[in-house]
């Protein structure tokens, strides 16, 4: 099971992963995470002006900003995505919150396949805010088909959206939410939300593979996008803010 660091300026704790995002976020004791989702999505530069105004307005520091959905016009190729990431996290670092490669943010960052967003934009974002009561909050980033092999990743059932790969995906990615959540210190029954991104039919596998399996206390919604990166296929998150605002 992955560990977790604690990020103390923005008043939580995160699974470390890459350099453009952590594995999942969760409120530290006396904090509790809000997630705020936008009418439609924002283009970065506006979304990172609407962040910083809504946390000064609370009387937060940036610090606070522990994780984001984005939306983007389409996949891109690995070395493309790296050069969007070196990018983005230039905002974090300006921040207080990126420095040395390390990222406590959670994200989540896929592709609608219909009215796709002419420029990489912000779907929704998440806070820490101090709370008294007691209750725990979390946000999981997104996790698609792909595992570390070897200092490398490798795309499960690269290419097969056959009935067995969509399946053998699902069930991978559905272990490793279900590690997220253990490393954060919750389970399925403290989820609120679970959304998933695909643009392949999985309909028959919802009710087994993903609801029964343990997303049933969740609520359960399917995202008709593609996964940020070339060839991969799906992708899921899972969410149990303390409260969601709409903007």
Avoid at 166 to 174: F, S
Avoid at 187 to 206: E, H, L, P, R
Wanted: charged content about 25%.
């Amino acid at each position: 099971m992955a560990s977790t660091r604690v990020f103390l300026p923005g008043g939580y704790r995160y699974i470390p992963a890459v350099f453009q995002y952590s594995s999942g976020v969760a409120a530290e004791a006396g904090f509790q995470i809000e997630r705020v989702r936008f009418a439609s999505p924002v283009r970065l530069p506006d979304a990172y002006g609407a962040v910083e105004r809504h946390l000064a307005g609370l009387g937060r520091p940036t610090e606070a900003f522990c994780a984001c959905e984005l939306r983007s016009p389409a996949p891109l190729t690995p070395q493309g995505f790296t050069d969007f990431n070196r990018e983005y996290v230039k905002t974090l670092e300006r921040w207080g919150i990126f420095k040395d490669d390390d990222n406590p943010v959670a994200r989540t960052n896929v592709c609608p396949a219909f009215n796709p967003p002419a420029k990489p934009s912000m779907y929704a974002f998440s806070y820490t805010v101090p709370s008294s009561s007691g209750k725990r909050s979390f946000i999981g980033a997104g996790g698609g088909e792909t595992r570390e092999k070897n200092g490398k990743f490798e795309i499960v059932r690269r290419g097969d959206v056959s009935p067995d790969g969509l399946r053998e995906k699902i069930q991978y990615v559905m272990e490793l939410m279900e590690d997220r959540l253990a490393a954060l210190g919750f389970t399925w029954a403290d989820a609120a939300y679970a959304q998933v991104y695909t643009v392949f039919d999985i309909g028959s596998f919802v009710a087994d593979d993903i609801i029964k399996r343990g997303a049933g206390p969740a609520d359960f919604t399917w995202h008709y996008c593609r996964p940020p990166v070339i060839d991969i296929d799906y992708e899921m998150d899972v969410h149990g803010p303390a409260r969601v605002i709409n903007l």
